[in-house]
């Protein structure tokens, strides 16, 4: 029935991954959800030629990234709502205790968020950021400081909301 080998291996292998991957990048389980089904609807009809690159991971994470910046950059307002998101969270979402942290980065504009999640989530450098963003250098840097800032911030602020950060 596969008509292209190896998608659904690549599926069942990387899927919780780029599910929390896209919780990174989006701070909602829900997003992120919707995020990597987008990702692998294009990936899959990119195949044939992915699965011959080193590492169709990369691809798939630098397509997530992509997206989810085209995704905000159509949406630059915040959207209120009267009702509070739902706090049910699935296994593959960080734990109880980190959940502060990942409260207060989800909180960050998602420019800052994106650029901090790929510096130390995924562990690139500005460059690689650069060109997965499509913005200079010189703006991941400042994103990165800002972002970095609002954390720190936040977090000193409120020890006993976000548990022990020593």
Do not use: C
């Not at 949406?75 to 979402?93: A, K, S």
Request: net charge neutral; hydrophobic share 35%; proline share 6%.
């Amino acid at each position: 029935m596969d008509d292209e080998p190896g998608f659904d291996d690549f599926v069942a292998e990387q899927a919780g991954t780029l599910l929390r991957y896209g919780y990174v990048l989006t701070g909602n389980p829900h997003d992120a959800a919707d995020l990597v089904q987008e990702t692998l609807i294009r990936l899959r009809g990119a195949w044939p030629r992915v699965r011959r690159k080193d590492s169709p991971h990369s691809y798939a994470r630098t397509t997530m990234a992509r997206l989810h910046i085209s995704v905000w950059r159509r949406h630059r307002r915040e959207h209120l709502t009267g009702e509070p998101p739902e706090g049910v969270h699935h296994e593959v979402f960080p734990p109880d205790e980190e959940q502060g942290l990942w409260e207060e980065l989800a909180a960050l504009p998602r420019r800052q968020r994106a650029v901090l999640v790929l510096r130390y989530y995924e562990q690139l450098t500005d460059a690689e950021i650069a060109k997965v963003l499509g913005i200079s250098t010189g703006t991941v840097r400042s994103q990165a400081f800002r972002g970095l800032a609002k954390l720190r911030s936040s977090l000193s602020s409120s020890p006993a909301t976000h548990g022990s950060m020593r």
